[in-house]
């Protein structure tokens, strides 16, 4: 693609992100949260997610890990994501032990990362025990890659069928996928598939994957990325979008202000932004940008990308094409 066309396309995407309804966000009353609208499910999350992997994992203590999620639900963050492979099941387990009768009031998210039917409906099962629910509200296959993997997923015996099974009987609300890791793979897959919701990395390093896997050369693929190919497709289908690697792994905090970078993935159509909080004064910071949240003007968040893109794009696709989401 010339640079040219890409640099209109990018205009004109960017042009009609601060108008989109999926921005549209409903104050709670209590907390102050701006809650959005998770697409298709119809659920209303807060603007900002706790990711509750390996960032939350590192409160070592378990009072301090029940303190810091306690404080953001206090707040108003009811979106809490989790995964089986986070810690094989830890975090997963602390959910299931601090949330007491918190967790009629959020949305609980988990993962599943065996692509077999009847190995992942085995681990739904553990999840269901280790989260002391009867529920769960959506269940992600979790961290799509390789056309390979893609093929594993849509296979008879695969997951995909196994989490459809799930939502016919109502033991999980939705369904989705989450990829950090290949647009164009993550595409095919919510083109075909009957999928509620996905998680993709969405941040200012305009985050993708060269082409086949090669090296990525600076100057290259700059439209290869998650919010030209996947989003768009995400958005046509009405899912609930979430964005992830909103820092890109603290890849990227030496190039925009902490405050921008969230507005940056806030003001794309997603109804939340997830992200792992290690310190509690990273969730009292985090809130308050969600709380004083305005989007980012359509040429702010071109010269934003076109800032951290430009500097960083190239090591953040290297780093993400084998980063393991633990």
Known sequence: MSVSRR????????????????????????????MRVL???????????????????????????????HKALDLGVNYLDS????????????????????????????????????????????????????????????????EEDLAAILAK??????????RDQKVVRAIGVSCHTDPAVLKKLLEVADLDCTQMALNAARQGRSRGGGALKPGEDLDYTFEEMALPVARRKKMGITAMKVFAQDKILD????????????????????????KLEHIEENVRIAKAFKPLPPEEMKALARHVSGASKVAVDRFFAHHLDA
């Open 7 to 34: 640099r209109f396309l990018e205009s004109a995407a960017m042009g009609s992100v601060a108008l989109h309804p999926a921005l549209a966000a409903e104050v709670d009353k209590k907390t102050g949260m701006p």
């Open 39 to 69: 697409g298709r499910t119809g659920a209303k999350v807060s603007i900002v997610g706790l990711g509750c992997g390996s960032r939350w994992l590192m409160y070592k203590d378990e009072d301090k890990a029940a303190e810091a999620l």
């Open 83 to 146: 995964a089986f492979s986070y810690g094989n099941g830890e975090s997963e387990a602390r959910l299931g032990k601090f949330l007491g009768d918190r967790r009629k009031n959020v949305w609980l998210v988990t993962k599943l990362n065996k692509r077999k039917g009847d190995e992942a409906m085995e681990q739904f099962e553990g999840s269901l025990k280790r989260m002391k629910t009867d529920r769960i509200d959506l269940v992600h296959m979790h961290s799509l890659t390789t």
């Open 157 to 166: 015996d695969g997951v995909l069928n196994t989490l459809y099974k799930l």
């Open 255 to 278: 190039r925009a202000p902490v405050e921008k970078l969230i507005r940056y993935a806030l003001t794309l159509p997603v109804a939340a932004a997830v992200m792992g909080m290690p």
